[in-house]
């Protein structure tokens, strides 16, 4: 009698803990499968699935798969905001993308014109844009020459920006950073639009320091044949970013067959032992918690190849 006593006590305490620990796996959310290429969301992206805290949204971001962030304003936050960015992003071995060299009023200098006042107020920016860097552990900060100048001849113009670079350029190099610079389609008076001017002014600055940001909405705009551009200028792409066309939302919004896209640079880059990081610059295309889990399921439809 005893021995069948503790028999059903012992199957009664060995169920219990089985269920218990069953409880527990299935309460632990495993993290989702990580993508094939590294995609990089920005801040407000999940902000209805992960609330407004930024570690939050990276921690939301970390477990459904992404592996870089990318940060437009991030020279415009507090030291300590770009510490905590920082130590989340290393401590689940995130990487950091792009942020703009942004001085507060970059919307007023144009390097186009060669004016001694613009040159200084950019290259001091880029100095403050290193000390971001540093902190938040990133590689690639966005430049944007500036608008057109009609009174001077398009190669003045050029020779100018070129100038510019190569300055900034020294600032960048001794550190291993890269400023990538975006050709735009929002405004027709801007100077960059094209991936082949683009592309020339690279090679004349001539520096590991001066690369192409590659922003596939706004090439879809200017120039189309989006793997014929890409392949003509990628010894000098440094950055991709991503947004269907019309819209400017996530892949399978529009026109852009961002599945044949991704697959080209993931074999090409992995054919040179390459590594790029594609920033999400777009806006979400349905609206809520709804909307940011259909952006996802885009990416991992875009994205299994």
Sequence with gaps: MNKRRDFLKKSVLGISGFSLASIQSLSAKPLAKEFNLLYAPHFGMFKNS???????QLKFMNDQGFKAMEDNGMMNRSKEDQEKIAKQMTATGMKMGVFVIDGGDNWKISLTT?????????????????????????????VVPGYFERNLPMGIQTANV????????????????????????DNPDLFLRFSDQTFDICKAVNSPACKILFDMYHMQKNEGRMTFHMDQAWDEIGYFQIGDEPGRKEPTTGEINYKNLFKHIREKSTTNKQEFILGMEHGNFFPGKEGEQKLIEAYRWSDDF
């Excluded at 992960?50 to 939050?56: K, M, R, T, V």
């Excluded at 670079?165 to 389609?185: C, G, K, Q, Y």
């Design 50 to 56: 992960a609330g407004e805290d930024l570690i939050d």
């Design 162 to 185: 070129v100038d510019a670079l190569r300055r900034a350029a020294d600032i960048f190099e001794p550190h291993n950073l890269t400023m990538v610079l975006e050709p735009l389609s």
């Design 114 to 142: 060669g004016k001694s006042e613009f040159k200084e107020t950019f290259l001091n920016t880029c100095r403050k844009a290193v000390e971001t860097a540093k902190r938040v552990n990133a590689k690639w900060m966005t």
